[in-house]
Protein backbone atom coordinates (compact mmCIF):
# COMPACT_ATOMS: atom_id res chain seq x y z
CA UNK A 1 0.00 0.00 0.00
CA UNK A 2 1.23 3.28 -0.67
CA UNK A 3 1.76 6.14 1.44
CA UNK A 4 -1.30 7.91 0.54
CA UNK A 5 -4.12 9.04 2.67
CA UNK A 6 -7.80 8.18 2.03
CA UNK A 7 -8.87 11.87 1.60
CA UNK A 8 -6.23 11.95 -0.54
CA UNK A 9 -7.13 9.35 -2.91
CA UNK A 10 -10.74 10.55 -2.70
CA UNK A 11 -9.71 14.17 -4.39
CA UNK A 12 -9.08 12.40 -7.12
CA UNK A 13 -12.83 11.48 -7.50
CA UNK A 14 -13.44 15.13 -7.48
CA UNK A 15 -10.52 16.39 -9.49
CA UNK A 16 -9.80 17.98 -12.56
CA UNK A 17 -8.64 13.93 -13.26
CA UNK A 18 -12.94 12.72 -13.16
CA UNK A 19 -14.09 12.05 -16.56
CA UNK A 20 -10.96 12.44 -18.54
CA UNK A 21 -9.96 11.07 -21.39
CA UNK A 22 -8.36 7.39 -19.62
CA UNK A 23 -11.97 7.68 -18.47
CA UNK A 24 -13.32 6.99 -21.88
CA UNK A 25 -10.36 4.91 -22.86
CA UNK A 26 -10.47 2.34 -19.94
CA UNK A 27 -14.02 1.80 -20.26
CA UNK A 28 -14.08 1.07 -23.62
CA UNK A 29 -13.28 -2.48 -23.69
CA UNK A 30 -15.56 -2.85 -21.10
CA UNK A 31 -18.63 -1.62 -23.10
CA UNK A 32 -17.95 -3.34 -26.04
CA UNK A 33 -17.56 -6.63 -24.45
CA UNK A 34 -18.72 -7.64 -21.02
CA UNK A 35 -21.57 -4.80 -21.22
CA UNK A 36 -22.34 -5.11 -24.47
CA UNK A 37 -26.56 -5.46 -24.67
CA UNK A 38 -26.31 -7.59 -28.06
CA UNK A 39 -23.90 -10.32 -27.16
CA UNK A 40 -25.16 -13.53 -27.88
CA UNK A 41 -28.97 -13.18 -26.18
CA UNK A 42 -30.43 -10.32 -28.00
CA UNK A 43 -32.86 -11.89 -30.95
CA UNK A 44 -34.01 -10.19 -34.47
CA UNK A 45 -37.13 -9.10 -33.64
CA UNK A 46 -39.96 -11.33 -35.11
CA UNK A 47 -37.05 -14.14 -36.16
CA UNK A 48 -36.05 -15.62 -32.82
CA UNK A 49 -32.39 -15.63 -33.98
CA UNK A 50 -29.26 -13.79 -33.54
CA UNK A 51 -27.39 -12.45 -36.90
CA UNK A 52 -23.83 -11.69 -37.38
CA UNK A 53 -25.45 -8.30 -38.79
CA UNK A 54 -27.24 -8.01 -35.43
CA UNK A 55 -24.58 -8.40 -33.69
CA UNK A 56 -22.51 -5.94 -35.96
CA UNK A 57 -24.70 -3.45 -35.82
CA UNK A 58 -25.47 -3.05 -31.97
CA UNK A 59 -22.12 -3.31 -30.97
CA UNK A 60 -21.70 -0.06 -33.30
CA UNK A 61 -24.86 1.31 -31.51
CA UNK A 62 -22.77 0.54 -27.91
CA UNK A 63 -19.39 1.88 -29.52
CA UNK A 64 -21.47 5.26 -30.46
CA UNK A 65 -22.85 5.62 -27.13
CA UNK A 66 -19.94 5.07 -26.09
CA UNK A 67 -18.66 8.39 -27.69
CA UNK A 68 -21.51 10.22 -27.06
CA UNK A 69 -21.21 9.71 -23.47
CA UNK A 70 -17.58 10.22 -23.09
CA UNK A 71 -18.41 13.83 -25.05
CA UNK A 72 -20.90 14.84 -22.89
CA UNK A 73 -18.62 13.42 -19.43
CA UNK A 74 -15.92 16.45 -20.79
CA UNK A 75 -19.09 18.56 -21.22
CA UNK A 76 -19.98 17.31 -17.88
CA UNK A 77 -16.53 17.79 -16.04
CA UNK A 78 -16.45 21.60 -15.15
CA UNK A 79 -20.10 20.99 -13.49
CA UNK A 80 -17.79 18.72 -10.97
CA UNK A 81 -14.83 21.20 -10.41
CA UNK A 82 -16.94 24.05 -10.05
CA UNK A 83 -17.64 23.37 -6.46
CA UNK A 84 -15.98 25.02 -4.05
CA UNK A 85 -15.44 21.82 -1.28
CA UNK A 86 -14.00 18.33 -1.67
CA UNK A 87 -17.35 17.18 -0.18
CA UNK A 88 -19.41 18.94 -2.92
CA UNK A 89 -16.86 17.84 -6.06
CA UNK A 90 -17.22 14.32 -4.55
CA UNK A 91 -20.40 14.14 -4.62
CA UNK A 92 -21.40 15.65 -7.75
CA UNK A 93 -18.75 13.52 -9.55
CA UNK A 94 -20.76 10.75 -7.99
CA UNK A 95 -24.08 12.20 -9.20
CA UNK A 96 -22.45 12.78 -12.47
CA UNK A 97 -21.07 9.03 -12.93
CA UNK A 98 -24.47 7.56 -11.74
CA UNK A 99 -25.86 9.86 -14.56
CA UNK A 100 -23.63 8.55 -17.05
CA UNK A 101 -24.06 5.22 -15.99
CA UNK A 102 -27.87 5.00 -15.85
CA UNK A 103 -28.35 7.05 -19.72
CA UNK A 104 -26.28 4.15 -21.38
CA UNK A 105 -28.51 1.04 -21.38
CA UNK A 106 -31.51 3.97 -21.80
CA UNK A 107 -29.68 5.12 -25.23
CA UNK A 108 -28.63 1.45 -26.15
CA UNK A 109 -31.71 -0.01 -25.91
CA UNK A 110 -33.70 3.41 -27.69
CA UNK A 111 -31.27 3.56 -30.72
CA UNK A 112 -32.07 -0.45 -31.12
CA UNK A 113 -35.29 -0.21 -30.46
CA UNK A 114 -35.65 2.92 -33.16
CA UNK A 115 -33.42 1.60 -35.99
CA UNK A 116 -35.03 -1.84 -35.42
CA UNK A 117 -32.56 -4.09 -34.25
CA UNK A 118 -33.65 -5.60 -31.15
CA UNK A 119 -35.86 -5.14 -28.72
CA UNK A 120 -33.80 -4.71 -25.31
CA UNK A 121 -36.91 -3.60 -22.89
CA UNK A 122 -37.20 -6.60 -20.64
CA UNK A 123 -34.34 -6.19 -18.47
CA UNK A 124 -34.06 -2.58 -18.94
CA UNK A 125 -34.39 -1.14 -15.48
CA UNK A 126 -31.61 -4.17 -14.10
CA UNK A 127 -28.83 -3.46 -16.70
CA UNK A 128 -30.11 0.24 -15.34
CA UNK A 129 -28.52 -0.41 -12.57
CA UNK A 130 -25.93 -2.73 -12.76
CA UNK A 131 -24.58 0.02 -15.10
CA UNK A 132 -25.15 3.42 -12.64
CA UNK A 133 -23.37 0.45 -9.98
CA UNK A 134 -19.97 -0.23 -12.29
CA UNK A 135 -19.83 3.61 -13.66
CA UNK A 136 -19.36 4.57 -9.89
CA UNK A 137 -16.87 2.00 -9.21
CA UNK A 138 -15.09 2.16 -12.23
CA UNK A 139 -15.37 5.81 -13.11
CA UNK A 140 -14.07 6.79 -9.28
CA UNK A 141 -11.40 3.96 -9.58
CA UNK A 142 -10.55 5.74 -12.82
CA UNK A 143 -10.22 9.25 -11.87
CA UNK A 144 -8.44 8.43 -8.58
CA UNK A 145 -5.73 6.39 -10.41
CA UNK A 146 -4.89 8.87 -12.63
CA UNK A 147 -5.04 11.64 -10.45
CA UNK A 148 -2.13 9.59 -8.68
CA UNK A 149 -0.29 8.85 -11.59
CA UNK A 150 -0.33 12.73 -12.77
CA UNK A 151 0.51 13.79 -9.34
CA UNK A 152 3.24 11.00 -9.39
CA UNK A 153 4.74 12.57 -12.77
CA UNK A 154 4.84 15.98 -11.72
CA UNK A 155 6.77 15.06 -8.33
CA UNK A 156 9.39 13.12 -10.20
CA UNK A 157 11.56 15.98 -11.57
CA UNK A 158 11.20 17.63 -8.45
CA UNK A 159 12.74 14.66 -6.09
CA UNK A 160 15.50 14.19 -9.26
CA UNK A 161 16.43 17.89 -9.23
CA UNK A 162 16.56 17.52 -5.22
CA UNK A 163 18.92 14.21 -5.63
CA UNK A 164 20.93 16.06 -8.23
CA UNK A 165 21.19 19.07 -5.43
CA UNK A 166 22.07 16.72 -3.02
CA UNK A 167 25.07 15.08 -5.17
CA UNK A 168 26.54 18.15 -6.63
CA UNK A 169 26.92 19.56 -2.29
CA UNK A 170 28.29 15.78 -1.91
CA UNK A 171 30.59 15.84 -4.75
Known amino acids: MSGRSPALWARGIGGTNALSLWSWLL????????????????????TGSV?????????????????????????????????????????TAFGTFAFLG???????????????????SEDLWARVLINIGAALVFLSAIAMLTDSIRGHAVLEPRLRAAQAAIEAQLG
Open 27 to 46: TLPLALTVMNMFAGSITLAG
Open 102 to 120: ACRPLLVAWSAQALNIADL
Open 51 to 91: TLAVEGSGTAIVFLVHVLLGLLGILLRPLITARPSLKGRIA
